[in-house]
């Protein structure tokens, strides 16, 4: 195995372990934890599980970062490569669309999920309408912004395969 080859294996990876990761989430953990636990249980523990998965998400994001750059720096000749158009596209696109993702996943990490936690302990200390009917609208918006990251990522793929043809 050389070093070329240690890069891809890693991206590969992450890459199963990232895309693999939100697909359970969405397959396995939401169904089955909200149709065996009452609402405010479904919250507790989508945000226990759901901090982990962040956690481990942000390592595997930089693994995909530096082992896609240097899956770039460890072809045989980058300049030859980059003469390619459709090698040249897919890296800009992956670039772009990787841009996206982080910044998207940031919003999720840093304001969606940290709002949402404090309006659930708020509105369990008093029962307000308004505080869930705002926790309702939070939930919606950090569903949409999962799924677009899986969207984004499985776009990322696509362009990973096209790159990798050349
Ligand atoms: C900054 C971010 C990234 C860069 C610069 C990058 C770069 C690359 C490059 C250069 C290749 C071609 C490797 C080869 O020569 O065979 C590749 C392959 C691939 N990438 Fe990425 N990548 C990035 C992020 C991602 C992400 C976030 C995903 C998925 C979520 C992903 C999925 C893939 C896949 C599936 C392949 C094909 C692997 C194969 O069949 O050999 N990449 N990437």
Same mark, same amino acid.
Request: net charge positive; aromatic share 10%.
């Given at each position: 195995?050389?070093?070329?080859?240690?890069?891809?294996?890693?991206?590969?990876?992450?890459?199963?372990?990232?895309?693999?990761?939100?697909?359970?989430?969405?397959?396995?953990?939401?169904?089955?934890?909200?149709?065996?636990?009452?609402?405010?249980?479904?919250?507790?523990?989508?945000?226990?599980?759901?901090?982990?998965?962040?956690?481990?998400?942000?390592?595997?994001?930089?693994?995909?970062?530096?082992?896609?750059?240097?899956?770039?720096?460890?072809?045989?000749?980058?300049?030859?490569?980059? %003469?390619?158009? &459709?090698? $040249? /596209?897919?890296?800009? !696109?992956?670039?772009?669309?990787?841009?996206?993702?982080?910044? +998207?996943?940031?919003?999720?990490?840093?304001?969606?999920?940290? %709002?949402?936690? &404090?309006? $659930? /302990?708020?509105?369990? !200390?008093?029962?307000?309408?308004?505080?869930?009917?705002?926790? +309702?609208?939070?939930?919606?918006?950090?569903?949409?912004?999962?799924?677009?990251?899986?969207?984004?990522?499985?776009?990322?793929?696509?362009?990973?395969?096209?790159?990798?043809?050349?």
């Amino acid at each position: 195995m050389n070093l070329s080859m240690v890069s891809n294996y890693l991206h590969i990876i992450a890459m199963s372990v990232w895309v693999g990761g939100m697909f359970y989430i969405m397959l396995v953990e939401v169904p089955v934890l909200r149709n065996s636990l009452g609402s405010s249980d479904f919250t507790s523990n989508m945000t226990l599980l759901g901090k982990r998965f962040q956690k481990v998400g942000w390592f595997l994001l930089l693994i995909l970062l530096i082992t896609g750059l240097s899956n770039i720096m460890l072809e045989d000749s980058i300049a030859d490569m980059m %003469k390619n158009d &459709n090698y $040249a /596209k897919s890296i800009v !696109a992956k670039l772009i669309l990787f841009t996206l993702m982080v910044v +998207n996943t940031a919003i999720h990490t840093f304001y969606l999920g940290p %709002k949402m936690s &404090n309006l $659930a /302990k708020k509105s369990s !200390a008093e029962d307000n309408d308004d505080l869930s009917e705002e926790y +309702n609208k939070l939930k919606k918006r950090s569903m949409i912004s999962s799924g677009f990251s899986l969207l984004l990522s499985l776009v990322i793929v696509y362009y990973g395969l096209i790159a990798s043809k050349i």
